[in-house]
């Protein structure tokens, strides 16, 4: 665990807030590569992904406090606290979908091509955070004596062999940005690299939530497979109806 990533002149980096900040700069980096390259207005998908960072970060991290709200109900003012770490894409997403739908339309952009680059940041973002969440201690794997096993906190401090699940998800989504650029441009219709994208995303999320750590977080475990495999067969079901035949 090193919940403190450094310490200069005076100033405090705290590992989870420095690692998402990077993986936001990073994923919106890529996602102006990947609008560049299926020729959508880039500025305009830059502008608007910036416009939908902040209520998504407020969804996410509002979804986690919801689902621990026993450790925030008496100390409110822990709510925002960004050096915790502690949050639930899945409180992110659907802010950002819904928001979109008008902000899309008004810059003049496709609704589908704009999420197909979106697709570049989030699994971009994903990468780096989730390794914010190994420093942080967050999202830990359950104990185990497997030989993928390796010597890690959870929340609480108490160190263990653990399952590294949270680099196991850092690396699947960095293995689903290899997939996407092999796609970006070659899938049917608009809107498809991203669903293939949530779909295969939210399957391996659906196989790594069984590897976390049970207790406390059960509740948020068990929202974590439902809504995985809801955008699993919501996204398959968009796919089958939309490919051409």
Not at 8 to 24: D, K, R
């Amino acid at each position: 665990m090193r919940r403190i990533l450094f310490r200069w002149q005076g100033l405090t980096v705290w590992s989870y807030p420095a690692m998402l900040y990077l993986g936001l700069v990073a994923g919106v980096a890529a996602g102006n590569l990947a609008a560049h390259a299926i020729q959508a207005d880039a500025f305009r998908v830059f502008v608007a992904t910036l416009i939908l960072i902040p209520p998504s970060i407020a969804g996410a991290r509002l979804l986690y406090v919801a689902l621990h709200w026993r450790h925030y109900r008496n100390r409110p003012r822990r709510i925002w606290n960004r050096r915790e770490g502690g949050m639930a894409m899945y409180g992110g997403m659907p802010v950002m979908l819904l928001l979109s739908v008008p902000l899309v339309a008004a810059f003049g952009l496709g609704f589908g091509r704009f999420w197909d680059a979106a697709s570049f940041t989030i699994m971009t973002g994903m990468v780096f955070t989730k390794i914010g969440c190994l420093l942080n201690g967050c999202c830990a794997g359950r104990p185990s004596t497997s030989r993928v096993a390796i010597f890690l906190p959870n929340s609480r401090g108490v160190w263990e062999k653990r399952i590294p699940v949270q680099c196991l998800e850092a690396a699947w989504a960095a293995v689903l940005l290899a997939v996407a650029a092999a796609l970006l441009g070659r899938l049917p219709f608009d809107g498809a690299l991203f669903l293939v994208v949530a779909a295969l995303y939210s399957a391996g999320r659906l196989a790594l939530e069984s590897l976390r750590e049970r207790g406390p977080e059960s509740a948020s475990l068990a929202l974590g497979r439902a809504v995985s495999l809801l955008t699993v067969v919501s996204a398959l079901a968009i796919l089958m109806v939309q490919w051409p035949r």
